[in-house]
Every structure is written in C-alpha cells, then in structure tokens.
C-alpha cells in the first residue's frame, strides 16, 4: 500500500475488527451504568444551562464514581422514569437485579440503610412501566427481586408492601390476599393501615372473596 494512499477514517483494519467484537459481562453492565448516568446527567445539565464543556467535565469527574456508587444508578433510573414514564426490562436485569442477586456489596449496604427512599420505587418499576415485558416476565422479576431483599436482609417496609401488591394487581396476577396481609404482620411486623386495607380489599374484591373479611 503506497505511503501517498489514505483510507477514510471509517475504515476498520482485521485486528481493530476483532478487538471490538466481545464485550465481558462486567464492560457492559459498566456500559448500562454510563449510559443511565450520562442521561441523567444530560437532563440535569439541560435544565441548569450549562455548556458542552460542563457537560465533558461533570461526566468526567463522575463516570468512575458511579461505578462504585448506586445512588448515582438509581438517580439514573428515576430520571429515566421521569422523563418517559417507562424503564426498559434489560436496564432494569443489568443495573438492578443481576447486580442485587451476586451480593454487590455496594448495592446491598445502600439499600440497607435506605429505608423507603429506593426500595418501593425498584419495586413500582417492576409493573406497569416496566412496558416492554409480559405480565408474566415481570412478575417473575418481581418475584426475582422480592427474594433478594429478603435474602440480602433488605428492610421491608409498609411502603415496600403496599408496592408489592400494588404491581401484583398491575401484571393481573391473582395471589391470597389474606396470606399476603398474614405475612406483612408476622413475617414484617407491619401493622396494616388503611392504605393496606384498600389494596387487600381490593384484591379480594376482584377475587369475588370479600365476605371472607
């Protein structure tokens, strides 16, 4: 090839070819990340008006953070939901429940200690604007998800059960009522209150089992 010759910059040689083709499993639940982030950074930006410049420098200053930091993640998946009213089922596998279900400590100690703050919203996502996935495909994340909290000794909360229920009844799926209300006590020690109430009731009105109560 003469030295006077010059190829388009969009030309791709064999051995740059085959360094693209795999990506490992951590480089793209880090890609998911970035781009939950870079989103939610876009919007932030856009709404501050600042400068392309301001853009390049905040995603440089934070792109290693949130690797290590879920609530930039979750940050992320709140702008999403925002901005669209709908979450995409493979963000939610990458970003959320894999990550919850290999024991990332990160993710694990922040939803620990975070209360009400995260832990209904990951759920309420699992419903209706989770709207690419069947009504069975996302109660079986649900489901999934519900485990892992339980399993990573993830605070259940009376915000936590009224959202459980709230998208069982979203994907039509029947469940016991009654065992769900005996569980939140027992299992939870959660008191029900009258919001509870309503969803139970409602459940068993659906079921045709309301003289039960």
């Keep these: 090839m003469g030295s006077g010759v010059k190829l388009h910059r969009s030309v791709i040689f064999p051995k740059q070819k085959q360094c693209l083709i795999l990506l490992w499993k951590k480089q793209i639940a880090s890609t998911v990340q970035r781009c939950l982030f870079a989103e939610s950074i876009e919007h932030i930006i856009k709404k501050d008006g600042n400068t392309k410049k301001d853009k ?20 992320g998946l709140r702008d999403i939901y925002q901005k669209r009213l709908t979450i995409q089922s ?12 290999s024991k990332n400590g990160n993710l694990v100690e922040f939803l620990q200690r975070s209360g009400d703050t995260h832990v209904p919203f990951l759920l309420s996502l699992c419903g209706l604007p989770m709207s690419d996935a069947t009504c069975n495909a996302k109660s079986a994340i649900a489901d999934r998800l519900w485990k892992a909290f339980i399993r990573e000794n993830i605070p259940i909360t009376h915000a936590a059960m009224k959202s459980r229920l709230r998208i069982l009844i979203e994907n039509e799926q029947t469940f016991d009522a009654l065992e769900m209300l005996k569980e939140a006590e027992t299992t939870f020690n959660l008191e029900p209150d009258e919001e509870l109430f309503t969803i139970i009731l409602q459940m068993l009105s659906m079921t045709e089992s309301i003289n039960v109560m």
């Design 56 to 75: 390049r420098l905040t995603f440089s200053l934070s792109e290693n953070k949130i690797e290590q930091s879920p609530d930039f993640l979750i940050a």
């Design 90 to 101: 493979n963000i939610f596998l990458d970003s959320i429940l894999l990550p919850l279900e």
